[in-house]
């Protein structure tokens, strides 16, 4: 099948398509291009919540009541959100998209009854990087067939009219216009280990370094912070391990069998077990060099390692932290090169 | 080190009493070096880094001559900024040190002003004045060697007689004496002319990548300024030469683990040419490669390969087998190059502004040049020398024990060298009279007394400080030369609050993690101990036990910080290692088990 208007596969988008399949659709197809490892998928676009919308503001208004609202009318926001969110929520899709929706999914899963896919919301909006924002969105995870996809497709739509939201674009004044959402589908990792990795030390801004974290299971405990992870720091070019601190990972998060997470206790012998090999550390490391390069700047990634250990990426964001921090130069050349040295024998170290 | 009235303080020099029953062993050390009252309002340390164990009387001719040597360079001759030279005391075998920082603002201005006139020039003039100061390390080497043997024989031989000499045996004793002595200072004088200054080069490198890369190791610095060809390397090349020319000779069937080189060199004598040949070959690799000491150069015990040649043939079997598997033998330079300049190029594009690299390009160009100075200054200065000299005074132990003075020459260590200078005047006098010597009756009991002694220290732990706790320490010969630093001081003043764990820490000198059994190897004698895969543990290593690295699966020391022999050898072999942990070898039990984190520092002790 192929990429249309409604639905990009990851092979086919890259940052430049963000207007339409949004920050993390854009983010998974760079970084298909690049060659990096992510679980397979496509996005659904904008152009779907806006034919979808469409048929909505056929039946009642929606984007001229929002904006009608004052962003300190917080009752009156509320009232409105739980009423569009039911709306969006339990409207039905126009038929043709559902149909392209159900054979791009089935395309995904192929034969397997036990595949299980990933929905997250995708947000277009520059200001969806903030991470204040990106809080807001929503993710599903192990979801089981094509209808609860579609159900939670919906549901990451209707989240662009939570309270939260609303009072968001009220406050800073965005047209509804152009609020739009794409959604991303791809199939679940069944992770042995995930976490996060940086390849700008969050502690001190050091960029010769990878500081990976890591936690049995899925990933959703080590980014919710529900468990300590295993903290591992890496040198970018040598490859020296110089960090290994193994936590007590007392919980982890697991597919549960009707779908969704649940949270599982570790068992005894795995809560202080390293969480990941040295090896995949190393390989961890190559892939966050490379995801960095391909941007050009340090990158704050999501990752999993699958039972048979394979590594895939679920997310790469620009580092924002030190990135945007004014720092002056550790050293200036001089114009004697050995005035240099006056620094150790000059007293006040 | 000024400090003030409030800081905590380590137990005061006052505090510490003499062992009893060694009072009168402590009293015969000179004078200058015993704790006075006023010692009380300095702070001192223990360097255990030089002299982990506790010194004879002779031994401590290194602590003057060193010190002797440092202070006049930083004193004196390069003026710098904030430090004048360092003060030495011993108790109990134990020698203390402390600094003497200089913190008058004005004071500083103006020492700094001369600084950059003397020492500048030294780095502006680096390779020429090395290579002056390599002559005039072997002239020194060559005179001390030229030194005449020692003889008082019955008559003054006819031939002095006849030509007039004037000047009989006995003079030439003393005379020789004190040109061991004078050369042995002055090499100290030539060990310090690049000393300081080439670390503070490198650490002006060390320090800028510390702030440009917080997370980066200190061996990842150290392998970007680490030299490929330094003579450090050497003995353990001409070992792996000797391997090589073994089997090209036909002759590697020989060298057998267990088997003495006395029994080796016999049955290669015994082989025809092709033995002659490869002893021939070693001759060549014996002069220079093989004056290196099994220590760091401080002991007069700590012999060279010259010396006792069980180390470097304990090593040629395996470096026989490992040829004979077509493992390459020689050290693959160009490769190591390679990767060096790799590894500055990766890290110099990891910088975000062109004046950072430009500052970069300059500091590890200037750490480049100083360096070859730093790695290669000891082999001519802490073994080669080092052992000439030792071996010279042994010369003089065997005299004075063929005279009745000792039971055998290795008691003359346990005299003072002025001590000695008394014996060999007393040797002289009678030689000259008829007399039998005074020192006769004598020296055996203060050997014996002396022996004791020693034996005796050993089984006293000491303070690792004394005195009050200064404020800051800016005084960048201690810490570049010790590594001592505020936070270490801070750490050593909560050790004993701490429990005792399974853990022991150290620098993390090369990376990895492994577990094996310990093998605690307290000297050289006993390396034939270590089986294929254990852990080194020692107090020390030094370039002469660069071949046991190829059986070891890491390596544990006592001393040493990420630029110690150990660190430089085991990253070369790609070990685990963890150096400077200050108790390995008392802590960790021959034979048990144990995990090396060389990443993080961290010995775990399992079994």
């Known amino acids: 099948m192929r990429s249309s208007e409604t639905i990009g596969w990851f092979a086919d988008i890259g940052l430049a398509d963000r207007p339409t399949v949004g920050g993390k659709g854009g983010s998974l197809g760079e970084l298909t291009r690049a060659s990096i490892a992510v679980p397979p998928g496509f996005v659904v676009r904008t152009g779907a919540f806006e034919r979808f919308l469409s048929t909505l503001e056929q039946q009642e208004p929606i984007r001229t009541k929002v904006e009608a609202l004052g962003a300190d009318q917080l009752e009156q926001i509320t009232a409105l959100s739980n009423h569009l969110r039911a709306r969006l929520e339990s409207a039905a899709l126009p038929d043709d998209l559902t149909s392209?929706?159900?054979?791009?999914?089935?395309?995904?899963?192929?034969?397997?009854?036990?595949?299980?896919?990933?929905?997250?919301?995708?947000?277009?909006?520059?200001?969806?990087?903030?991470?204040?924002?990106?809080?807001?969105?929503?993710?599903?995870?192990?979801?089981?067939?094509?209808?609860?996809?579609?159900?939670?497709?919906?549901?990451?739509?209707?989240?662009?009219?939570?309270v939260p939201s609303i009072a968001y674009r009220r406050k800073h004044g965005l047209p509804e216009s152009g609020v739009a959402m794409a959604v991303v589908i791809q199939r679940m990792v069944n992770a042995r280990t995930a976490g996060v990795m940086f390849t700008r030390s969050p502690l001190t801004g050091d960029r010769s370094v990878v500081t990976i974290e890591g936690a049995w299971g899925l990933g959703s405990s080590v980014v919710?912070?529900?468990?300590?992870?295993?903290?591992?720091?890496?040198?970018?070019?040598?490859?020296?391990?110089?960090?290994?601190?193994i936590s007590n990972k007392h919980v982890q998060h697991l597919p549960a069998t009707n779908g969704g997470v649940r949270e599982l206790e570790t068992p005894e012998n795995l809560r202080r077990a390293p969480s990941l090999s040295d090896g995949e550390i190393v390989a961890l490391r190559d892939i966050a060099r490379r995801v960095e390069r391909h941007y050009g700047r340090p990158q704050d990634i999501e990752w999993a390692v699958d039972h048979s250990g394979e590594i895939l990426l679920l997310q790469s964001r620009p580092e924002t932290v030190w990135s945007s921090k004014d720092r002056s130069p550790v050293a200036t050349p001089a114009e004697n090169p050995i005035q240099h040295v006056m620094k150790i024998f000059g007293g006040h170290r | 080190m000024k400090a003030t009235a409030k800081t905590k303080s380590f137990p005061l020099p006052s505090s510490l009493k003499v062992v009893s029953g060694t009072e009168n062993v402590q009293a015969a050390y000179p004078y200058y070096m015993q704790f006075g009252k006023e010692d009380d309002e300095r702070f001192w340390f223990y360097n255990s880094m030089h002299f982990p164990e506790p010194m004879c009387l002779f031994d401590m001719i290194t602590a003057e001559a060193a010190y002797c040597a440092l202070g006049s360079a930083n004193t004196r001759v390069y003026s710098l900024p904030t430090t004048l030279g360092i003060d030495c005391r011993i108790i109990n075998g134990r020698v203390y040190?402390?600094?003497?920082?200089?913190?008058?603002?004005?004071?500083?201005?103006?020492?700094?002003?001369?600084?950059?006139?003397?020492?500048?020039?030294?780095?502006?003039?680096?390779?020429?004045?090395?290579?002056?100061?390599?002559?005039?390390?072997?002239?020194l080497i060559?005179?001390?060697?030229?030194?005449?043997?020692?003889?008082?024989?019955?008559?003054?031989?006819?031939?002095?007689?006849?030509?007039?000499?004037?000047?009989?045996?006995?003079?030439?004793?003393?005379?020789?004496?004190?040109?061991?002595?004078?050369?042995?200072?002055?090499?100290?004088?030539?060990?310090?002319?690049?000393?300081?200054?080439?670390?503070?080069?490198?650490?002006?490198?060390?320090?800028?990548?510390?702030?440009?890369?917080?997370?980066?190791?200190?061996?990842?610095?150290?392998?970007m300024v680490a030299g490929i060809e330094a003579e450090i390397f050497r003995p353990d090349d001409e070992l792996r030469r000797l391997a090589k020319c073994a089997i090209d000779l036909g002759v590697d069937s020989q060298f057998r683990?267990?088997?003495?080189?006395?029994?080796?060199?016999?049955?290669?004598?015994?082989?025809?040419?092709?033995?002659?040949?490869?002893?021939?070959?070693?001759?060549?690799?014996?002069?220079?490669?093989?004056?290196?000491?099994?220590?760091?150069?401080?002991?007069?015990?700590?012999?060279?390969?010259?010396?006792?040649?069980?180390?470097?043939?304990?090593?040629l079997p395996g470096y026989i087998v490992n040829a004979k598997h077509g493992e390459r033998l020689e050290r693959q330079t160009d490769r190591l190059m390679a990767e060096r300049k790799q590894l500055i190029a990766d890290y110099r594009e990891l910088l975000e502004t062109e004046g950072e690299r430009a500052a970069y390009d300059q500091m590890i160009e200037l750490a480049h040049r100083v360096f070859p100075y730093v790695e290669g200054h000891k082999f001519y200065c802490e073994h080669w020398y080092t052992n000439l000299f030792f071996n010279k005074i042994r010369e003089f132990g065997g005299l004075l024990a063929q005279n009745g003075f000792f039971a055998k020459a290795e008691d003359v260590f346990q005299l003072s060298h002025y001590e000695l200078e008394s014996a060999i005047v007393d040797l002289m006098t009678s030689w000259s009279n008829g007399s039998p010597p005074r020192g006769i009756a004598r020296w055996p009991a203060i050997v014996r007394e002396?022996?004791?002694?020693?034996?005796?220290?050993?089984?006293?732990?000491?303070?690792?400080?004394?005195?009050?706790?200064?404020?800051?320490?800016?005084?960048?010969?201690?810490?570049?030369?010790?590594?001592?630093?505020?936070?270490?001081?801070?750490?050593?003043?909560?050790?004993?609050?701490?429990?005792?764990?399974?853990?022991?820490?150290?620098?993390?000198?090369?990376?990895?993690?492994?577990?094996?059994?310990?093998?605690?190897?307290?000297?050289?004698?006993?390396?034939?101990?270590?089986?294929?895969?254990?852990?080194?543990?020692?107090?020390?290593?030094?370039?002469?036990?660069?071949?046991?690295?190829?059986?070891?699966s890491a390596a544990v020391s006592d001393i040493g910080g990420s630029m110690s022999h150990a660190a430089i050898v085991a990253r070369e072999y790609g070990l685990p290692a963890v150096v400077g942990t200050g108790t390995a070898t008392q802590k960790i039990k021959d034979g048990q088990r144990i995990r090396v984190d060389g990443g993080r520092g961290v010995v775990t002790l399992l079994g």
């Open chain 1, 100 to 162: 392209e929706l159900i054979a791009a999914h089935a395309e995904l899963c192929g034969a397997d009854p036990n595949s299980h896919v990933a929905v997250r919301s995708s947000a277009t909006t520059e200001d969806a990087e903030d991470a204040s924002f990106a809080g807001l969105q929503d993710t599903y995870l192990w979801v089981k067939d094509a209808q609860a996809a579609l159900h939670y497709v919906r549901s990451c739509w209707a989240s662009l009219y939570s």
């Open chain 1, 224 to 245: 919710s912070g529900e468990v300590t992870p295993d903290r591992f720091v890496i040198a970018k070019i040598t490859g020296e391990i110089s960090v290994r601190e």
């Open chain 2, 97 to 139: 040190i402390g600094g003497n920082a200089v913190t008058d603002p004005a004071e500083i201005e103006r020492r700094t002003k001369e600084f950059q006139l003397r020492a500048f020039y030294y780095y502006e003039n680096w390779e020429r004045l090395f290579a002056q100061w390599k002559d005039k390390m072997m002239s």
């Open chain 2, 142 to 223: 060559r005179e001390t060697e030229a030194l005449p043997k020692l003889e008082l024989p019955e008559f003054e031989p006819l031939e002095h007689v006849h030509a007039g000499r004037g000047v009989a045996s006995n003079h030439y004793i003393l005379d020789t004496y004190q040109k061991t002595l004078e050369g042995y200072f002055r090499m100290w004088q030539h060990h310090f002319e690049f000393l300081l200054l080439g670390y503070g080069a490198y650490l002006t490198f060390f320090d800028f990548c510390k702030k440009a890369f917080p997370e980066i190791s200190d061996q990842t610095v150290a392998r």
């Open chain 2, 257 to 315: 683990e267990g088997v003495s080189p006395d029994e080796i060199l016999k049955s290669l004598e015994q082989l025809g040419e092709p033995g002659a040949a490869w002893l021939k070959e070693l001759a060549v690799s014996r002069d220079p490669w093989f004056n290196i000491n099994v220590g760091d150069g401080f002991y007069h015990y700590h012999r060279s390969w010259n010396d006792d040649l069980s180390m470097p043939f304990a090593a």
């Open chain 2, 450 to 552: 002396r022996r004791a002694a020693i034996a005796e220290w050993a089984k006293h732990e000491t303070a690792p400080a004394l005195g009050p706790v200064p404020d800051v320490i800016d005084d960048p010969a201690i810490v570049m030369l010790w590594g001592i630093t505020r936070e270490n001081l801070d750490a050593w003043l909560t050790a004993g609050e701490q429990p005792n764990t399974n853990e022991i820490r150290g620098f993390a000198a090369s990376n990895g993690v492994v577990e094996g059994i310990a093998r605690v190897v307290k000297s050289v004698d006993e390396i034939g101990r270590l089986r294929k895969g254990d852990i080194l543990v020692c107090q020390i290593t030094n370039p002469s036990w660069a071949p046991v690295f190829q059986n070891i």
